[in-house]
């Protein structure tokens, strides 16, 4: 019964993601789809390696990092009703630079790439749901580039705390400042100091 409710989730999320995808096209997709879990540090995926699925998160809250040698490079944040995955291997399959970590227990329905890949030669309404994904993280991708270029780090946390602050209970202070650009250390400098404003 448990898959039944992240099923319909998961339905409900692609009809207000895409209004125009046409209910057997979603029932069509629902047949590749499984539930998995994660536990908290868990990756969804590892870093240069070949990303088979994606991931939609249901329930828990996913980061996607870049790995160095010296720290890893949080890129994002994954929560309920948004897909964890590097999407340029939706394109053709290649290694992603970027690995997909659970920061709290999560719960998700994987999409099989190659299941996605079959029915986009067979309905053009899967290629316009991908589009329409590849668009939204390119929007996302490009936002928050541009605030690393363009922003101070008081700025960029404030933006964080405007677009994602519902989310701050749940992110470490790590993860957040690897995300910000910005140390530890400044992160808690900045926030003391607005707590004083």
Avoid at 16 to 29: N, R, W
Avoid at 119 to 138: A, D, I, N, P, V
């Amino acid at each position: 019964m448990v898959e039944v409710n992240e099923f319909r989730y998961c339905k409900e999320r692609l009809r207000f993601l895409c209004p125009t995808l046409s209910e057997s096209l979603i029932d069509d997709l629902s047949l590749g789809w499984r539930v998995v879990f994660f536990d908290k540090r868990e990756h969804l995926i590892e870093a240069n390696c070949i990303q088979e699925n994606a991931f939609m998160i249901v329930q828990g809250l996913v980061r996607a990092y870049y790995p160095t040698l010296e720290e890893d490079i949080t890129i994002n944040f994954v929560a309920e009703g948004e897909f964890a995955t590097h999407y340029t291997s939706l394109e053709h399959p290649r290694p992603s630079h970027f690995a997909f970590q659970a920061l709290e227990p999560t719960t998700a329905v994987a999409f099989s790439y190659e299941n996605v890949y079959e029915m986009s030669k067979r309905r053009h309404e899967t290629e316009q749901l991908l589009r329409l994904l590849l668009e939204y993280e390119y929007n996302r991708l490009m936002a928050h580039t541009e605030t690393l270029l363009l922003r101070n780090a008081e700025d960029r946390y404030r933006l964080f705390l405007k677009h994602f602050g519902h989310l701050m209970s749940r992110i470490s202070v790590t993860d957040l400042s690897g995300y910000l650009g910005i140390s530890r250390q400044n992160l808690t400098l900045i926030r003391k100091r607005l707590l004083l404003v």
